[in-house]
């Protein structure tokens, strides 16, 4: 056994020993990987890509030789040689597991190819784009027309003029790239051409970034991108009418690298080179990502001219290929807060235009990014009659409190266990993960709904309708409601402790070495998997939603109250959690259920409002600088809070609103009596 290899697959987090000369599609296979192929290992389909990762994983306690797996192979080769295979690439059915290894299972190659849920919200934006298009007509050049030695006559020159003249736009600007394509581009138009002009404020000079013959009206377009830790959302928006024509996302790379922004920095840290090779695999992300949304919408990715960022300060330095070691250690240094204008060109984007524009938000602090500045953006915090309290739900959760009188933020790191990640049965939401559960308090019998499926489980044609997708395990919005529904029927006590079958009257409470997990689904019958709820999986919950509201409590500290009026979920899935079954775990504060509301994804509607609207750009770069930064990571209080919040819902914050709604049984399962679970059956084991 000494001699079996570590072999740990992301994004799932699933992990197991196995002996070398194992292939790599059979490691997943035994562990439940969602890896696919068609061909049966063959080496034919190509289905079961995947892309191993070499140096130091602190958080996996591993160090991941260029030998962990097998050489390069023939059939490996002759793949390549016929249709090729992306850098870095290796056929899981032919690398065989020789060392450590740690493996990213790319979308592509896996069975049920995630629904990034970062759809954009219906807003009323009020346009006014940085890029507008300006048609004008140019002086033809003649040779016999009286010159003026002092008077410039080439035809960027002539451009200007005529936009003095015909626009009152005295200046412009532009880059190599756009320069060299002007003059063919004025004389196929016979002297008349419309311009994409780019303006960073509303009275800087403005830039020349693209030109088209004549009238142009096919349209012109921008991204608003929230660039994520687990996902990466884009919005294509058309930069006229600010109608979002397509909307798309995909799953950050970078997630092979760590699962959490503090793994990141420390693969930074302990690989040279690291930083670098995180920032080259979020921007072919992010080419691939503008490709397929083009491609999507029908339209040429040169005609999308600008794209908005946000997000948090880890992933807002490796987009601008800056190493994030600062932040991984106090005081938090930004390399800047400061928004930023750059071209596509200098962040190293290649499907852009070279000289399409890219506009990041600022960061509020050190751990409190451009994405929690966007839902300051999109929310309005600072304007709120009564307290309001906005928590932006994700791998790194962004939280504001403010009304009128003040804001603050802070970023709480909750890891990836609310989107499906280091879950036993998780995965991230696709067709087929439990989405919503409800557990019957008398009989404990849960019955649930799947993504896919508008059905629950006990109501009839639910087989049929799944037949297709099957269920395949549980989802961040999923295992909230199962956590929250073992604790409402008594399978859960306050600490977290799952009960055994004597002490919850149901076998579905089944033995886990010294602990116990709860059968939701057991699809073995079908050839599908055992999806439970573990003791491990209750723990990750309770460790992510109790950073989540000390991380609140903080706030409410620095405004001397205990209580708010009103609380927002927002984030990848904030639309998808039951306030109730939030309220019931403690993941925010109590308030009434009817003052909990949902604003989607906050981040991704203040990137398209910036998108859309100039003004906004400048508001809330003055914004940042009146909020209230409070730094989790060095409040003495916060360890305190993170412990009480460990209970379900808390060990010592009354929730009353809750209690109208719901009465959570008093058991307790760590009695240390004769009875199974308990202390004693730990000691026997």
Not at 210 to 217: D, I, R, S, V
Not at 471 to 500: H, P, Y
Not at 633 to 643: C, G, L, T
């Amino acid at each position: 056994m000494t001699q079996d290899s570590l072999v740990i697959f992301t994004p799932s987090g699933k992990r197991g020993r196995f002996a070398r000369g194992t292939p790599v599609l059979t490691a997943a296979r035994q562990l439940g990987v969602d890896l696919d192929s068609v061909c049966g290992g063959r080496g034919i389909c190509s289905k079961c890509q995947i892309t191993p990762s070499y140096g130091d994983f602190p958080k996996h306690g591993v160090h991941v030789a260029e030998t962990a797996l097998s050489k390069w192979n023939a059939v490996e080769q002759r793949y390549d040689d016929k249709r090729g295979l992306p850098a870095g690439r290796r056929l899981g059915c032919q690398a065989t597991v020789q060392g450590d290894v740690v493996i990213d299972v790319p979308p592509e190659s896996q069975v049920h190819r995630q629904v990034v849920r970062k759809a954009a919200s219906a807003r009323v934006i009020e346009m006014d784009p940085a890029t507008r298009l300006y048609y004008v007509e140019v002086a033809e050049p003649d040779m016999h027309e009286p010159t003026d030695m002092h008077e410039p006559t080439g035809d960027l020159e002539r451009l200007q003029r005529a936009l003095a003249a015909q626009w009152d736009i005295p200046k412009i600007s532009t880059d190599f790239s756009t320069l060299s394509g002007l003059q063919p581009v004025l004389r196929k138009g016979g002297w008349t051409v419309t311009v994409a002009l780019h303006k960073t404020d509303m009275d800087a000079p403005p830039r020349l970034i693209a030109a088209w013959p004549g009238l142009y009206e096919g349209g012109i377009y921008g991204l608003a991108v929230d660039l994520g830790s687990t996902t990466i959302a884009a919005h294509l928006t058309d930069l006229d009418t600010g109608a979002v024509v397509a909307s798309s996302g995909i799953m950050n790379p970078q997630i092979r690298f760590g699962e959490d922004l503090m793994s990141r920095v420390s693969y930074a840290m302990m690989n040279p080179g690291g930083a670098a090779e995180m920032t080259r695999v979020v921007r072919e992300a992010l080419d691939r990502l503008t490709t397929e949304i083009a491609a999507e919408a029908g339209i040429d990715p040169a005609l999308i001219l600008e794209t908005v960022f946000v997000c948090n300060p880890v992933m807002h330095h490796l987009l601008l290929g800056i190493d994030p070691v600062e932040l991984g250690q106090a005081p938090f240094a930004l390399a800047t807060s400061d928004a930023l204008n750059l071209s596509a060109a200098e962040l190293g984007l290649r499907v852009q235009p070279a000289s399409a524009r890219v506009y990041i938000l600022p960061c509020i602090a050190g751990h409190v990014g451009a994405d929690a500045a966007a839902v300051a953006l999109s929310e309005q915090p600072g304007k709120a009659e009564e307290l309001t309290l906005i928590v932006d739900v994700g791998t790194n959760a962004e939280i504001l409190l403010g009304d009128t009188t003040r804001t603050l933020a802070c970023s709480s790191p909750t890891g990836p266990a609310f989107e499906g990640a280091q879950i036993s049965s998780g995965q991230r939401a696709a067709p087929g993960a439990i989405e919503a559960i409800r557990i019957d308090p008398e009989t404990k019998a849960p019955r649930f709904r799947v993504i896919g499926c508008d059905l629950w489980s006990d109501e009839p044609g639910f087989a049929e309708a799944t037949a297709t997708t099957g269920v395949t395990g549980i989802c961040g919005s999923g295992i909230i409601e199962a956590v929250a529904e073992m604790r409402a029927a008594g399978l859960l006590d306050a600490s977290g402790l799952i009960g055994s079958a004597a002490q919850t009257g149901t076998d579905r409470s089944v033995p886990e070495g010294r602990t116990h997990a709860y059968l939701i689904h057991d699809g073995g019958a079908e050839g599908g998997p055992r999806i439970t709820v573990t003791q491990g999986d209750i723990r990750a919950i309770q460790l992510a939603k109790s950073a989540l509201y000390a991380g609140a409590r903080l706030l409410m500290d620095e405004r001397g109250v205990d209580r708010v009026a009103r609380v927002v979920l927002a984030g990848a899935f904030g639309a998808h959690i039951s306030p109730k079954h939030a309220m019931i775990l403690g993941m925010i504060p109590d308030v009434p259920l009817d003052r909990v509301t949902s604003a989607g994804n906050a981040a991704g509607t203040g990137a398209r409002i910036a998108l859309c609207n100039l003004a906004a750009r400048r508001e809330i770069e003055r914004t940042v600088r009146e909020i209230t930064k409070v730094e989790t990571a060095i409040e003495p209080r916060f360890q305190e809070h993170f412990v009480a919040a460990n209970a379900i819902p808390h060990a010592t914050d009354p929730f009353p609103e809750l209690s109208k709604e719901v009465t959570l049984p008093q058991v307790s399962f760590n009695t240390g009596s004769g009875e199974d679970g308990g202390r004693r059956r730990r000691r026997r084991g």
